[in-house]
């Protein structure tokens, strides 16, 4: 019988247990990952089942931490992410936590795009931190992302996107993350990747403002490739500014709404 363990293909006696296998292979594993699932029981095991084992305090090499890194992922999901590319246009509140969640989720290649720097009142709601005051945004999350995940392959701009150079920075992306502040700005990149781009998905934002109800933030299928995230109602305005709770979880639709595009469940 044929099983992966620690993302090697190995053969193993038919009516093999799970327990049977770590004791062969890493009798000292503190966490034993089944399918994608952390488990405490031992199982029979069938054909073409995956087990990852992990030592915990132990840094493992370089050639399986990426297998580890995706170890709770469905069975499947990590090779169909990896040969994924996903643009972010802009990086502050919502763009800068999509990133960070794709980036944990191993899309392959992220293209991010943003014209701004990191500032003190970002710091409320997005994913920088001291360190990176004064640094571009674009600079600064590539690092970020890079620590969290080493494998991603990181593709900044540091430019305003427009309606003229949109489709020079994203043309490459399966699907285009549309995470602006301004409403005329998030109004022309839709419109212009809808016109000038519609072979891609987008995943736009819209109304995460304030401390109203976090179940007012829904994902909505406008147009067959488009998809807008927030309770559309409360943008940022005088009186109602953007904090981290609303933004994060309007970031956490986003990227999930990326990822079921990405693996083929098109509809919210």
Do not use: C
Not at 135 to 146: G, I, P, Q
């Amino acid at each position: 019988m044929h099983i992966k363990v620690n993302e090697k293909g190995v053969s193993v006696a038919d009516k093999s247990t799970l327990y049977e296998v770590r004791e062969q292979h890493m009798a000292n594993a503190d966490v034993v990952i089944y399918n994608g699932f952390q488990t405490t029981a031992d199982k029979d095991l069938k054909e073409a089942d995956e087990i990852v084992l992990i030592k915990k305090g132990e840094i493992p090499d370089k050639s399986v931490i990426e297998t580890l890194m995706m170890a709770r992922h469905t069975p499947g999901v990590f090779k169909k992410l990896k040969s994924s590319v996903v643009g972010i246009a802009g990086v502050g509140g919502l763009g800068s936590n999509v990133a960070v969640a794709l980036a944990r989720s191993g899309v392959g290649t992220l293209v991010i795009a943003d014209f701004d720097i990191v500032e003190p009142s970002n710091l409320n709601r997005q994913a920088y931190f001291i360190e990176h005051l004064g640094y571009s945004k674009v600079e600064a999350l590539k690092k970020l992302l890079l620590q969290i995940n080493p494998f991603v392959k990181v593709v900044s701009h540091q430019v305003r996107i427009t309606a003229d150079n949109a489709l020079d920075v994203f043309e490459s992306v399966d699907v285009l993350v549309e995470a602006f502040d301004q409403a005329e700005s998030k109004a022309e990149l839709v419109n212009t990747a809808l016109t000038s781009m519609p072979d891609k998905h987008i995943v736009a934002g819209s109304g995460m403002a304030g401390y109203f109800s976090s179940n007012d933030i829904v994902t909505k299928q406008k147009f067959k490739k488009l998809y807008v995230v927030g309770d559309e109602t409360n943008e940022a305005k005088v009186g109602s500014g953007l904090m981290a709770p609303r933004v994060n979880v309007a970031a956490g639709h986003q990227s999930n709404m990326v990822l079921r595009i990405l693996l083929g469940q098109l509809t919210p």
